[in-house]
């Protein structure tokens, strides 16, 4: 597994100089470590904490699908879906009101 992040961030460092790689699997791992845990995605059911605990092969396939990104300027289709959800704020509100 070393070797596979060694040669993905040596492939980045090269093609970072043209302008066509942009993330490093250490910027993936630096961004899952500021992800807060138990929080759950709307659609497919997939927590944060699953991204936490993954092991290495993870991050370097995330780092390989987002240079794809930049690279071919495309987004799969699921990137594309939010969910929505309201945060009733203040301390008057019934948060069971639709309103």
Wanted: charged residues 20%; glycine residues 6%; hydrophobic residues 35%.
């Amino acid at each position: 597994m070393q070797r596979i992040t060694q040669d993905v961030n040596n492939m980045v460092r090269e093609e970072n100089s043209s302008g066509c790689f942009r993330f490093h699997v250490c910027d993936i791992r630096t961004a899952v470590g500021h992800l807060k845990p138990h929080k759950r995605d709307g659609c497919i059911d997939l927590s944060s904490n699953h991204i936490v605990n993954a092991c290495d092969e993870l991050f370097v396939n995330i780092t390989l699908l987002f240079n794809a990104i930049l690279v071919h300027n495309a987004l799969p289709g699921n990137f594309l879906r939010s969910t929505t959800v309201p945060i009733p704020k203040g301390c008057n509100v019934d948060g069971s009101n639709s309103k």
